[in-house]
């Protein structure tokens, strides 16, 4: 029987971010791809960053696309599964539900930027590829569009346009990679915290005075 503690753990757990585990050839290629972009990177500079030939590369990932895929995978599986748990976090209130969800984006964001950066090298995906990484990351705006919703209908938000403001919402959420700095002056708490807030006044609706810790 789970104790009441390690059910507080389980629903705090959106908030620990893990160190990632990635295969050698993921890891190089992450950090190739951040460094010069994906067309940038060379099949033979993520070999050479691993120390494997590049058949032994092709042997693990038939393309540099299908490595950018698995990567990009990785990324909105992560981020959706966290959302997830958030928004269970959240309880029946709406309010609490886009609070939890909107820090959770924003803790994965900045604590794993280079791979949410990822995001801008999509346009690299052939279009069998790139529908298949959309479908994934649909499932993070059916999430929020459906907490809107659900807020917008029981009168806690104030919204004139329910699938304008979730797009705006994910926008501001995705555009973090393009600025933050961990070795800037806010942690990523202190981020996903202010961003919370910014969620809720554009819903029309203030922040509520306790706070889930």
């Known amino acids: 029987m789970a104790t009441?503690?390690?059910a507080k753990d389980a629903t705090a757990s959106w908030r620990r971010i893990e160190p990632l585990e990635l295969t050698p050839i993921l890891e190089a290629a992450l950090e190739g791809f951040y460094d010069n972009g994906f067309h940038g990177t060379s099949v033979r500079e993520i070999a050479r960053r691993v120390g494997v030939t590049i058949p032994a590369l092709y042997y693990h990932h038939q393309s540099k696309e299908g490595i950018l895929l698995a990567l990009l995978e990785v990324s909105t599986s992560d981020v959706l599964a966290r959302a997830h748990t958030a928004y269970a976090d959240g309880g029946d209130d709406p309010r609490q539900q886009l609070t939890n969800v909107v820090e959770?984006?924003?803790l994965r964001m900045t604590t794993r930027s280079r791979l949410a950066a990822l995001e801008g090298e999509v346009r690299y995906l052939s279009p069998e590829n790139r529908q298949r990484y959309r479908v994934v990351r649909k499932g993070v705006e059916e999430l929020v569009l459906g907490i809107v919703t659900e807020g917008a209908e029981r009168g806690v938000f104030s919204v004139a346009d329910i699938p304008e403001t979730t797009r705006a919402?994910?926008?501001?959420?995705?555009?973090?990679p393009r600025w933050y700095h961990a070795e800037g002056e806010l942690t990523p708490a202190e981020v996903a915290q202010k961003y919370a807030v910014i969620a809720?006044?554009?819903?029309?609706?203030?922040?509520?005075?306790k706070r889930a810790r």
């Open 4 to 6: 009441k503690d390690s």
């Open 104 to 106: 959770a984006i924003v």
């Open 169 to 176: 919402l994910l926008a501001m959420c995705q555009s973090i």
């Open 200 to 209: 809720l006044n554009t819903v029309g609706c203030k922040p509520s005075r």
